[in-house]
């Protein structure tokens, strides 16, 4: 109860000031921290009914003027996430994200040695910088790591510790490091009342194209 009355009268308030936009329904639930970590310059955009813990942190990069995270309605994000954002990171509605990492750059020089003698260790290169993407109703164990260029599409499920840095398309599961589809995942037809018939049949073919 305590931690309860403190997050409703300080800690989630004090978070939804630091951000752009927050929805409805919000909620940060005590995991040791008392309140999300920010840091350097980020535009936070949160949907309705998002779920966060309060340690997991959130940092933008140097790199990109106004870089930017948005987090779709209904979705988790599970204690301990990272992300590391220098352009922009997208994360879906309906979600359950527990990702050790999502990053759209390098977090470090790669190519120039030198870079990383200064403080800090250097910044990434902008050629290093690619958005990450991930869709709607998308399940991220525990210990998945997202690197730039990460595209997940929806309904995919990864496996715990799984690293991806590709393409996923819709509905499929993935394991590994790298990150490889090992099955499809079904695509239940109650699911067009929500997202309609284009979007589902959508999913169908893009999943149909799928060589395992």
């Not at 309904?155 to 090992?182: Q, S």
């Amino acid at each position: 109860m305590w931690h309860d009355f403190w997050r409703v009268v300080y800690y989630e308030p004090m978070f939804k000031s630091m951000c752009r936009e927050v929805g409805p329904g919000f909620k940060m639930y005590y995991g040791g921290d008392g309140v999300a970590r920010i840091a350097g310059k980020l535009n936070i955009y949160i949907g309705s009914n998002v779920t966060m813990f309060d340690n997991v942190s959130l940092a933008g990069l140097k790199i990109f003027d106004e870089p930017e995270l948005r987090i779709g309605d209904n979705t988790y994000i599970a204690p301990r996430s990272r992300f590391l954002i220098a352009k922009s990171v997208v994360i879906g509605s309906w979600g359950l994200i527990a990702c050790r990492i999502v990053m759209d750059n390098s977090g470090h020089p790669i190519a120039n040695a030198a870079g990383r003698m200064t403080s800090g260790g250097g910044s990434p290169s902008r050629k290093s910088v690619r958005p990450v993407s991930v869709g709607d109703l998308c399940l991220l164990g525990a210990g998945t790591c997202l690197y730039p260029g990460a595209r997940v599409g929806d309904g995919v499920v990864a496996k715990t510790g799984t690293h991806v840095a590709g393409e996923i398309p819709p509905f499929c599961l993935v394991e590994g490091n790298p990150g490889r589809i090992v099955g499809k995942l079904p695509i239940p037809e109650e699911l067009k009342e929500h997202f309609g018939e284009d979007r589902y049949r959508m999913w169908k073919e893009q999943q149909a194209a799928v060589v395992i």
